[in-house]
Every structure is written in C-alpha cells, then in structure tokens.
C-alpha cells in the first residue's frame, strides 16, 4: 500500500467508487440481486516477486553430492505476496487494476469467484493514473461488466463497491457519493469521486457501482488513522480512466497531450486584480521553450479562460483536458493578457513523460567535488536536489525568497515520480528546515533507518504544500 500525505491522517491507497445521477431508493430486498449479478466479473489480484538478494543465497559447489538440492533452494528462495482487487471489461479477459497492485510483479495470476486460477499477462501501466490493464485466457467467455459515466453521479447517490480486502475474497459495501472532483495529492490529474462505502487494504483495483450496476470508478485510496476504513474512501472516475484503458489497450501504455507551460490556479486576489467576476482558470507561471504554448504565442503572466471551446475551472482541469487532447490537432485557448481577451491557436504536441520527470538525463554521472569543494547537488530518494543559485532561480522562475533545494530531476521508477515535480523546492523535510544536500541525505537516511516515510514541506509556484515518499530500499 502506498501512503499520501493527508493531515491530520495518512493516507493509504485502497479504493472508493461513486453512483450514477437518478431518484434512488433502497430496494426493499436490498442489494442481493444486484452483487449477485456483478460480483461474477470483480476479481482477486495476487502478485509474486522475488525478493531481491535471494538468487544470492549460497549454493552447493556443482559436483558436491549436495548439488541436487540447489533446484529446491531456488524454487524456495523468498518472495514477496501481495493481493489486491481488479475487474473484468470483455468477455475475453481484459481486467482492470490499479498500478501499485501489480507494479514490481514477477507473476501475477487473477483469481475468479469460482476459485479458478488465470495467469496474467500485463498489457501496460500508467503510473500518473495508477491503472493496469491485464489480459487472461479461459476456455470459455468471461463475466464482465460495463462502463459507467461519472459525470453523471451526484453527491449523495448510492453506490456498491467490491473487491478482496485484506484477501478475504469477494466483499460487498455499499455506500454513498459522499463528494466529487477531490484532490488528494496522488499525482497530476487528481479528480477523486469520495465515497463512505467501506474500502479496505485490499480493495485497491475494485470497481465502485451505480445502482445501474455500471462501473463508475475505479477504489484507489482511503483516509485512515490505523489503515482501516473510516468512510472516507476515493475512487479514480470513469472520465479519465476509460480513456487511458483504451489507450492501453491500443498502443500499450498512455499518450497524453502536451502544452508546455507550468500552471498556478486563479486566487481571488488575482481575480479581483483582473476584473475577473470569480476565481476561475490557469495562471501560465512558466513557458517551455519551443514548446506549443510558446509557438501559439503564450506568454508568462497569461490567464488561460478557455481551452477548446470549453471554460477552465482551475488548473487542475486545464492539465486534464490538455492530457485528453487530441495529438496533433489544433485548437483555441481563451486567454486574458494585460486586461485584453485575445484567442491563441495552439498544436497539440505529445507528452513525453520522462521529460516531465527530467530536466537532465538520469543516467548523468553525480557530480563529484573537487578537493575541498562541497557537492551543491545530489541524489536523493530517487530525485536529482541543487542548492539554489541566480541561475537555478531565473531557470526556474523562483523569488529571491525562496530557500530550500531545487528539484531538477526525478526518476521515473521512484515514490518522487508523479507526487514532485522539476522545479519544486523542497523547504523542510521531516519538519526540519534543508539547504544542503548533506542535510537532505542526512534526513533522509534517518528516515530510512527507521523505516518510516519521509514528509517534505514543498513550494511549488505560489503555493506550498506536503508530500510523503516511502524510503524503503
């Protein structure tokens, strides 16, 4: 289970689900006939991998009259089990999980409802949605179930969820909508449906039902002081998770749309300043280099209104609707600029998804210090840290007080991949003030001896926020 920062609780990954928009009443003979339909094609995950440093165990020297047990070892060498929930999509075994419920598999296997055993085979992942999409084989069709639209739940619909927590096998709650459009700092498109529906450890990958019995979300993640449910559960809507599955499924992995510019929301000081009549779109903080919004002639400073035809809420919804863009297409931004509306024609370009995690390659070699010299950048928990300078300041757009270390690169196989971003500057980690890369080492290396996440006190544009990254090694 992953864990988010959440004060004053942690928050651990394992699902929620939200329902479908419709005068709903509970049926007077409760929901027997509805789990008894739909919990045919909801699946248990369980995940093998090999602990690493086990193919390292001692072995008997080949000619030994002991060599014979060298098989037996192998094959009892430690290994790490993990059980998580998924779905069924097609009769011809597409099922649907979360990322971190397979991610580092050696072997995964989908265990149905009858009991039957399936071996998986991973068709691809998306890290920044937390989605898998595996593919199994059976003799004959499989149950399946069918997509909802999210869009359509409200706050206060009923709602069934489904899943294996704590590897108990199929488990039914119900609940309801409890919010909508929730961010929790999972990663860059966070738009949560929350539900009270009882979600546990386990339950991650599961699919959360209107009374349709239509899937409207995929369980992600609870609020939990012990790691149990307190009905506060979230689950990923169907508007952003069909079409990464169907990206997935047609190209392997996930393809977003790209814009090129760093984005802080509208405060309603900055509407005001504006003449604007409500806090709404995406204030451009930064414009990337030959990148599409610089070629559309975007500027630092703009306030992007409208993208597609369509208004902007926030900047969360802009990065959402500039990821689900067409690559390729051309089409209109809104933007006020200095009091004057003006309309921006801009070409979607593909995001690569390392060039969000680096600034530099990964594969740089650290820089090593002279004698004498002191390292004024580093590794750390998989993120590349600089002690700020001007020129580190102006690449970065960062006011003269700002302290802390800049994040200039991230590996994308690390905790920092999706909840950090270049350009960040982490000012404190575990509550205690860092400027130099022997501090942030330090801290974390405590934070690793005793096994425990590390929190990071981040400023990112014109906010600041936390993040917690694992530091088990």
């Not at 409890?178 to 546990?200: K, L, P």
């Not at 370009?349 to 969000?356: G, I």
């Not at 740089?364 to 002690?387: F, I, K």
């Amino acid at each position: 289970m992953r864990f988010f920062p959440f004060a004053p609780f942690a928050l651990t990954v394992a699902l929620a689900f939200a329902p479908v928009a419709s005068a709903q009443r509970i049926p007077p003979a409760g929901f027997a006939d509805l789990a008894e339909r739909l919990s045919p094609a909801v699946v248990n995950i369980a995940t093998t991998q090999r602990i690493e440093g086990a193919q390292e165990l001692p072995r008997f020297p080949r000619g030994s009259p002991l060599e014979r047990f060298n098989d037996e070892l192998e094959e009892n060498a430690p290994n790490a089990n993990a059980l998580g929930s998924g779905f069924i999509i097609s009769a011809d075994g597409v099922v649907v999980t979360n990322n971190h419920v397979i991610e580092g598999a050696d072997t995964i296997e989908v265990i149905l409802q009858s009991g039957q055993r399936l071996p998986a085979r991973l068709v691809g992942r998306d890290a920044a949605t937390d989605l898998a999409v595996l593919r199994v084989s059976a003799s004959s069709p499989l149950p399946h179930v069918g997509w909802g639209d999210s869009d359509r739940a409200r706050v206060g619909d009923l709602v069934i969820a489904i899943g294996n927590p704590f590897g108990l096998g199929g488990t039914v709650t119900m609940g309801i909508v409890s919010a909508r459009n929730r961010n929790i700092d999972a990663g860059r498109y966070d738009d949560f449906i929350q539900t009270d529906a009882a979600i546990n450890r386990g339950n991650s990958g599961g699919p959360l039902f209107n009374m349709a019995g239509e899937v409207i979300g995929v369980n992600t993640a609870i609020v939990s002081p012990s790691g149990g449910s307190v009905g506060v559960g979230f689950a990923m809507p169907t508007t952003l998770v069909r079409p990464v599955i169907e990206q997935i499924l047609r190209f392997g992995e996930a393809r977003r749309g790209w814009l090129g510019v760093r984005l802080t929301p509208v405060t309603p000081e900055i509407a005001a300043r504006n003449n604007l009549r409500r806090a709404a779109g995406a204030v451009v903080t930064r414009v990337t280099a030959d990148g599409p919004a610089e070629r559309a002639g975007l500027r630092r400073g703009d306030i992007i209104l409208s993208f597609d035809g369509r208004d902007v809420s926030d900047s969360r919804a802009l990065s959402r609707a500039v990821a689900d863009a067409q690559i390729g297409r051309t089409l209109q931004m809104g933007v006020l600029r200095a009091g004057r509306r003006l309309n921006l024609n801009v070409t979607i370009r593909r995001l690569e998804e390392s060039s969000l995690a680096a600034a530099a390659p990964l594969d740089d070699p650290e820089p090593r210090p002279g004698p004498g010299a002191r390292l004024t950048s580093g590794r750390v928990l998989g993120m590349t840290l600089a002690e700020l300078n001007a020129d580190l300041r102006q690449r970065y757009d960062l006011g003269a007080n700002v302290r802390g270390l800049v994040v200039t690169a991230i590996d994308p196989m690390s905790d920092a991949h999706n909840k950090l971003e270049v350009g960040d500057v982490i000012v404190e980690m575990a509550f205690e003030p860092v400027g130099t890369i022997a501090q942030a080492r330090a801290l974390a290396d405590r934070a690793q001896a005793a096994a425990r996440p590390l929190l990071l006190h981040v400023s990112r544009g014109d906010q600041t926020t936390f993040r917690a990254l694992r530091t088990r090694r």
